[in-house]
């Protein structure tokens, strides 16, 4: 029964957008033209007694999103960091999601906190105080230890979160194999992969425990990034449902008046905000992947602490070389170099043309380097590349979704802060530095080292997989002359020189 209930799901969230008055705002900002705006309009409006009411002293997309539950709510999220794509008053209106929804009761957090930790909370906290910050995932109390006197944060999960995530992402499943199966052409963009993707990080975000490890990595990467800094959690006031860290004060990211009052420098933190997130990136391959406003403060010495850890990301070394090389293509305007990585790395279909694809890609960067970063629009830029990316028969990269959709709210918390950020200029020195470090000489005897790691640990086996190889391929073809064994003396002595390769490689790396 799952079919008609998911079927039933994307009605009522078609049906809220227009009963909120959010389809209106929808419509608009995508430019749709007027004749399929009233068709979408027509089709909508019998459902629309079907969809929820929403609180109506919201704004019609923020009512809508909130009315719908945490999975629309994160989207949302990601929107309210992009004015140049939805435009500013619609950004100042979704960043209500980022940490002002409405909180639940705290005598349910209480309840939680006291079955989790398995003791009475008087044991642990001499004072709770009301949720200070509510979003979609979890609410934040503040507290006092009992045992220490110190100042804490105790995170708790809302009730029933993952019941409502879970059927939330069964409809986007849905919805991705409708549309998979209705429209073949998107199958390049492998829908399900992303839903699949979306559900994975979802599940890390539900797991408190795992929210602690992040936040303990991440600190320990980052202890010697000035001007920023990590909250340390308490593991012993902690579990899958409730997460304790150090207490961090400062005024929100977001809050542009309160950092003006400060005195604090906005272009400034602007800029450092890029450039953490380009090094944590390329250097840590270890990333805050949930970074806008609601989780940024800024102290009142200009430092930037940054909060919850359920959504990180991670990038192994290879995809990051390609990464940092399209990057720099970018900056030096060496498109054909962008084309070759994106070949390169499997981006692209090998049959496709390298130099079509690099003239495409000048097609994209020229116009950001040749205009005010305030007049660029990022909507219009954002949908010739899909049009690119369609092209050439470009596939979706799960292991990438996570790194460009955060690249692109840093962007926008960056222009948020001063609107004439230019990106590319800020990611110049961090890239450099890291091609510097990563191909240059330094790198190619790191890479190496580790080849010489490898071969000491599994040189001895390689001969006998070859051999198991060569017999699997032997019967495969029923190829008698193919099914002769290199033998045991040609297997020892195939071994020996790999071990002694690997150490010599060693002792001289």
Known sequence: MRGPFNLWRLIRTGATFERTGAMDVVL????????????????????????????????????ALTALGPAYIKFGQTLATRPDVVGQELADQLRYLQ??????????????????????????????????????????HAAIRADTGAK????????DVERAF???????????????????QTRRLRPLDVITHFESVVEGELDLRLESASAAEFAANTES????????PVWALSSRRVMTLDWAEGVPMGDNAALDALGIDRNELGVRVLTLFLRHALRDGFFHGDMHQGNLKVTTTGEIIALDFGIMGRIDSFPRRAYAEILFGFIRKDYRRVAEVHFEAGYVPPDRDMDEFARALRSVGEPIFGMDARHISMARLLAYLFEVTERFGMETRTELILLQRTMVVVEGVARSLNPDINMWHVARPVVEEYIRESIGPQALARDLAQTARILVRFGPHLPR????????????????????????????????????LGVALGSIL
């Open 28 to 63: 608009e900002k995508m430019m749709v033209p007027p004749r399929l705006r009233f068709v979408a309009r027509v089709l909508g409006w019998p459902f629309k007694p079907l969809g929820l009411k929403g609180d109506p002293a919201l704004p019609p997309l923020t009512r």
């Open 99 to 140: 940490d002002r929804l409405p909180p639940f009761p705290r005598d349910t957090a209480m309840a939680v906190i006291a079955q989790e930790l398995e003791r009475p909370v008087s044991e642990v906290f001499s004072e709770v105080s009301e949720p200070v910050a509510a979003a979609s995932i979890a609410q934040v």
């Open 152 to 159: 804490v944060a105790v995170k708790v999960l809302r009730p």
């Open 166 to 184: 879970q059927t939330d992402i069964d409809a986007f499943y849905f919805a991705a194999g409708v549309i998979e199966f209705l429209l073949p």
């Open 225 to 232: 990034d000035a001007g920023f800094s990590v909250p340390s």
């Open 465 to 500: 997989m070859a051999e198991e190889a060569l017999i699997a391929r032997a019967q495969r073809s029923d190829s008698a002359p193919s099914t002769r064994s290199i033998g045991p003396v040609t297997s020892a002595l195939v071994g020996a020189v790999l071990v002694a």
